[in-house]
Protein backbone atom coordinates (compact mmCIF):
# COMPACT_ATOMS: atom_id res chain seq x y z
CA UNK A 1 0.00 0.00 0.00
CA UNK A 2 1.29 3.61 -0.76
CA UNK A 3 1.30 6.17 1.52
CA UNK A 4 -0.82 9.44 0.51
CA UNK A 5 0.93 11.97 -1.22
CA UNK A 6 0.05 15.03 1.54
CA UNK A 7 2.20 12.98 4.09
CA UNK A 8 5.47 12.78 1.53
CA UNK A 9 6.49 16.31 2.21
CA UNK A 10 5.90 16.60 5.72
CA UNK A 11 8.45 13.36 5.70
CA UNK A 12 10.71 14.89 3.53
CA UNK A 13 10.61 18.44 5.51
CA UNK A 14 11.60 16.42 8.64
CA UNK A 15 14.31 15.01 7.05
CA UNK A 16 15.12 18.84 6.08
CA UNK A 17 16.58 21.92 8.26
CA UNK A 18 13.23 22.29 10.01
CA UNK A 19 13.55 18.62 10.90
CA UNK A 20 16.58 18.78 12.34
CA UNK A 21 15.93 22.06 13.93
CA UNK A 22 12.53 20.64 15.82
CA UNK A 23 14.59 17.41 16.99
CA UNK A 24 17.54 19.53 18.44
CA UNK A 25 16.00 22.42 19.30
CA UNK A 26 16.53 22.40 22.98
CA UNK A 27 20.52 21.22 22.08
CA UNK A 28 20.89 24.35 19.71
CA UNK A 29 19.25 26.57 22.35
CA UNK A 30 22.25 25.55 24.66
CA UNK A 31 25.01 25.99 22.06
CA UNK A 32 24.13 29.27 21.04
CA UNK A 33 23.56 30.49 25.24
CA UNK A 34 26.89 28.41 25.62
CA UNK A 35 28.23 30.56 22.85
CA UNK A 36 27.07 33.60 23.39
CA UNK A 37 28.44 33.37 27.36
CA UNK A 38 31.68 32.48 25.81
CA UNK A 39 31.88 35.39 24.08
CA UNK A 40 30.93 37.49 26.50
CA UNK A 41 33.57 35.60 28.95
CA UNK A 42 36.69 36.09 26.06
CA UNK A 43 35.63 39.68 25.47
CA UNK A 44 35.71 40.81 29.17
CA UNK A 45 39.26 39.50 29.61
CA UNK A 46 40.76 41.21 26.74
CA UNK A 47 38.77 44.21 28.03
CA UNK A 48 40.47 43.29 31.68
CA UNK A 49 43.61 42.63 29.97
CA UNK A 50 43.55 46.46 27.86
CA UNK A 51 42.60 47.85 30.84
CA UNK A 52 45.36 46.79 33.44
CA UNK A 53 47.93 47.98 30.26
CA UNK A 54 46.27 50.93 30.30
CA UNK A 55 46.28 51.65 33.95
CA UNK A 56 50.04 50.68 34.15
CA UNK A 57 51.26 53.25 31.42
CA UNK A 58 49.28 55.39 33.33
CA UNK A 59 50.68 54.67 36.63
CA UNK A 60 54.34 54.41 34.94
CA UNK A 61 53.56 58.11 33.08
CA UNK A 62 52.46 59.36 36.18
CA UNK A 63 55.37 58.50 38.28
CA UNK A 64 57.48 59.60 35.35
CA UNK A 65 55.95 62.98 35.36
CA UNK A 66 55.90 63.38 38.84
CA UNK A 67 59.99 62.55 39.11
CA UNK A 68 60.68 64.86 36.74
CA UNK A 69 58.72 67.74 39.22
CA UNK A 70 61.44 66.76 42.13
CA UNK A 71 64.20 67.10 40.49
CA UNK A 72 62.99 70.44 38.58
CA UNK A 73 62.00 71.74 42.53
CA UNK A 74 65.25 70.84 43.83
CA UNK A 75 67.54 71.63 40.91
CA UNK A 76 65.36 75.30 40.98
CA UNK A 77 66.83 75.48 44.72
CA UNK A 78 63.03 75.58 45.87
CA UNK A 79 62.90 75.78 49.88
CA UNK A 80 59.62 74.01 50.15
CA UNK A 81 59.41 69.98 48.69
CA UNK A 82 56.25 69.52 48.93
CA UNK A 83 55.69 65.81 47.66
CA UNK A 84 53.45 64.32 49.91
CA UNK A 85 50.87 61.39 48.38
CA UNK A 86 52.75 61.84 45.24
CA UNK A 87 53.73 58.16 42.77
CA UNK A 88 57.15 57.79 42.29
CA UNK A 89 57.25 54.72 41.88
CA UNK A 90 60.72 53.44 40.02
CA UNK A 91 61.79 57.24 40.19
CA UNK A 92 65.27 57.68 39.71
CA UNK A 93 66.72 60.47 42.78
CA UNK A 94 69.39 59.17 43.75
CA UNK A 95 71.93 61.88 44.86
CA UNK A 96 69.37 64.82 45.09
CA UNK A 97 69.61 67.30 47.84
CA UNK A 98 65.95 66.49 49.02
CA UNK A 99 67.03 67.48 52.90
CA UNK A 100 63.18 68.38 54.86
CA UNK A 101 61.05 66.94 52.30
CA UNK A 102 57.66 65.99 52.68
CA UNK A 103 56.94 62.75 51.26
CA UNK A 104 54.53 61.69 53.58
CA UNK A 105 52.20 58.83 52.26
CA UNK A 106 53.90 59.01 49.05
CA UNK A 107 54.80 55.59 47.00
CA UNK A 108 58.63 55.40 46.28
CA UNK A 109 58.56 51.83 46.04
CA UNK A 110 61.55 50.41 43.82
CA UNK A 111 63.33 54.57 44.02
CA UNK A 112 66.52 54.87 43.43
CA UNK A 113 67.66 57.58 46.23
CA UNK A 114 71.43 56.03 46.70
CA UNK A 115 73.31 58.97 48.82
CA UNK A 116 70.22 61.01 48.54
CA UNK A 117 70.37 63.77 51.12
CA UNK A 118 66.77 63.40 53.24
CA UNK A 119 68.05 64.82 56.43
CA UNK A 120 64.99 66.15 58.66
CA UNK A 121 62.66 64.68 55.24
CA UNK A 122 59.18 63.25 56.30
CA UNK A 123 58.30 60.05 54.96
CA UNK A 124 55.33 59.29 57.49
CA UNK A 125 53.33 56.30 55.72
CA UNK A 126 55.52 56.53 52.65
CA UNK A 127 56.12 53.04 50.70
CA UNK A 128 59.56 52.69 50.05
CA UNK A 129 59.28 48.60 49.22
CA UNK A 130 61.95 47.59 47.17
CA UNK A 131 63.77 51.17 47.57
CA UNK A 132 67.67 51.86 47.19
CA UNK A 133 68.55 53.82 49.89
CA UNK A 134 71.99 52.97 49.58
CA UNK A 135 74.54 55.82 51.33
CA UNK A 136 71.42 58.20 52.06
CA UNK A 137 71.37 60.60 55.09
CA UNK A 138 68.38 60.30 56.87
CA UNK A 139 70.12 61.97 59.91
CA UNK A 140 66.57 63.23 62.08
CA UNK A 141 64.06 61.76 59.13
CA UNK A 142 60.60 61.09 60.43
CA UNK A 143 59.44 57.32 58.73
CA UNK A 144 56.90 56.56 61.63
CA UNK A 145 54.68 53.85 59.47
CA UNK A 146 56.74 53.86 56.64
CA UNK A 147 57.26 50.29 54.72
CA UNK A 148 60.50 49.04 54.06
CA UNK A 149 59.92 45.29 52.60
CA UNK A 150 62.90 44.26 50.77
CA UNK A 151 64.25 48.03 51.13
CA UNK A 152 68.55 48.11 50.89
CA UNK A 153 69.83 50.65 53.47
CA UNK A 154 73.61 49.82 53.16
CA UNK A 155 75.68 52.64 54.89
CA UNK A 156 72.41 54.63 55.60
CA UNK A 157 72.64 57.62 58.31
CA UNK A 158 69.37 57.01 60.88
CA UNK A 159 70.61 59.12 63.64
CA UNK A 160 68.28 60.60 65.28
CA UNK A 161 65.56 59.12 62.84
CA UNK A 162 62.07 58.55 64.40
CA UNK A 163 61.07 54.92 62.70
CA UNK A 164 57.68 54.46 65.19
CA UNK A 165 56.02 51.40 63.92
CA UNK A 166 58.31 50.79 61.84
CA UNK A 167 59.19 46.86 60.56
CA UNK A 168 62.24 46.87 59.86
CA UNK A 169 62.74 42.44 59.92
CA UNK A 170 62.49 43.12 55.42
CA UNK A 171 64.99 45.41 55.07
CA UNK A 172 68.60 44.73 54.68
CA UNK A 173 72.08 45.86 53.92
CA UNK A 174 75.15 44.44 52.18
CA UNK A 175 77.68 42.85 54.64
CA UNK A 176 80.13 45.31 55.93
CA UNK A 177 78.13 47.95 54.67
CA UNK A 178 75.72 48.41 57.74
CA UNK A 179 73.71 51.52 58.34
CA UNK A 180 74.22 53.49 60.69
CA UNK A 181 72.48 55.02 64.17
CA UNK A 182 70.00 52.31 64.49
CA UNK A 183 69.24 50.66 67.64
CA UNK A 184 68.01 47.77 66.17
CA UNK A 185 70.34 46.75 63.84
CA UNK A 186 70.11 42.90 64.45
CA UNK A 187 66.18 43.11 63.14
CA UNK A 188 68.04 44.03 59.76
CA UNK A 189 69.01 40.94 57.23
CA UNK A 190 72.49 40.79 55.92
CA UNK A 191 73.17 40.35 52.30
CA UNK A 192 76.21 39.45 50.22
CA UNK A 193 77.22 41.63 47.73
CA UNK A 194 76.44 38.92 44.78
CA UNK A 195 72.98 39.07 45.97
CA UNK A 196 72.17 42.87 45.64
CA UNK A 197 71.05 44.14 42.03
CA UNK A 198 74.31 46.36 41.45
Known amino acids: MSTPASEEPATSGERGLRGFVRRNRDELWLELIGGVILALVVGLVFFAIDQASTDSRESHAE?????????????????LLPFSALNLEGAQLSGLGLAGAD??????????LKRSD????????????????????????????A???GTEVSGVDFTG??????????????????????????????????????
Open 118 to 145: LTGATLVEADLTGADLAGAVLADADLSE
Open 63 to 79: SLSNSLFVREAVMGGNE
Open 161 to 198: ATLEEVDLSQAFYVAGEPPVGLDDIDLLRVADASDTDD
Open 103 to 112: FSDANLRDAE
Open 147 to 149: QLD
